[in-house]
């Protein structure tokens, strides 16, 4: 089984397990996008964002403007059943491809402390802080969801260029 068909039999068991007995969205989104409700609309995991899985990684401000690229933003959670999925598929693509980290779209860059979701400018309803996090105050003001310990909860890093870590991008 080459790599694609694993991620496709991935997609449909996480499909499967969060679909509560919807019919699959799948087709509403441009290809290689998914859809988790009509809440969140389509979603991606740019891992060809800032030169792919062979470049430098991507800093926050080139996340963000990857996805714009793309008509879209960095992704905002809203519940803990989002962040479920995106978890899920995280650990999907981590198993196709290789250990990555995601940027998403909160920030505390201006107003220490107060993180809210670039695009919307809402303030963060919920909290998938992973344990001790955020803990880098003024140095660390924008968050990723990374793998191993982290088990894709937030994590609050410095902004700039990080080696294997990509935007997930969220548009309507
Ligand atoms: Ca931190």
């Known amino acids: 089984m ?30 290689g996008w998914i859809s988790l409700s009509e809440s969140v609309g389509c979603v991606l995991f740019h891992t060809e964002a800032c030169g792919g899985y062979h470049g430098p990684g991507c800093s926050w401000i080139q996340a963000m403007e990857e996805c714009q690229k793309l008509g879209s933003w960095l992704l905002e959670i809203y519940s803990l059943d989002q962040q479920d999925f995106v978890t899920k598929m995280a650990k999907a693509l981590e198993v196709v491809n290789g250990p990555m980290d995601w940027w998403v779209g909160l920030t505390d860059l ?63």
């Open 2 to 31: 080459n790599k694609l068909s694993v991620l496709a039999v991935v997609l449909s068991l996480v499909s499967g397990a969060i679909g509560h007995g919807h019919s699959l969205p799948y087709t509403k989104c441009p290809p």
């Open 110 to 172: 201006g107003h220490e402390g107060t993180w809210l979701w670039q695009h919307s400018g809402n303030q963060s309803a919920v909290s998938a802080w992973a344990i001790g996090e955020p803990n880098g105050t003024y140095t660390e003001n924008c968050v990723t969801m990374a793998y191993g310990s982290f088990n894709y909860r937030w994590s609050d890093v410095g902004c700039g260029t990080r080696e294997r870590t990509f935007p997930i991008c969220q548009s309507n």
